[in-house]
Nanobody, 115 residues
Framework: QVQLVESGGGLVQPGGSLRLSCAAS????????MSWYRQAPGKQREFVAV???????NYSDSVKGRFTISRDNAKNTVLLQMNTLKPADTAVYYC?????????WGQGTQVTVPS
């Protein structure tokens, strides 16, 4: 069982930055693929970024070049650095861990970028 707790969300003006953090409990964190997803009001949850167990990253086209995902296996933490934020980035951001068929989600953290 893995528990994920996100933090770092808030209200930020367009063009600003935020850093989200996801703290994971449990063993073998380094073996999990860690991802960030987001869900805006009235929309489906969508993929944002992923970092594999060996550090390979990938991003959605909408955030590529602005967001950076990283992981600290010593601290059981995955980060999402978000720069040049836009109103379209407003959403609840969720952390997800996956290893084989074992998938876990955090409770989400709200990011609001007013227009």
């Amino acid at each position: 069982q893995v528990q994920l707790v996100e933090s770092g969300g808030g209200l930020v003006q367009p063009g600003g930055s935020l850093r989200l953090s996801c703290a994971a409990s449990g063993d073998m964190f380094s073996l999990y693929t860690m991802s960030w997803y987001r869900q805006a009001p009235g929309k489906q949850r969508e993929f944002v970024a992923v970092v594999s167990s060996d550090g390979v990253t990938n991003y959605s086209d909408s955030v590529k070049g602005r967001f950076t995902i990283s992981r600290d296996n010593a601290k059981n933490t995955v980060l999402l650095q978000m720069n040049t934020l836009k109103p379209a980035d407003t959403a609840v951001y969720y952390c997800k861990s996956r290893r084989y068929q074992y998938v876990y989600w955090g409770q989400g953290t709200q990011v609001t970028v007013p227009s």
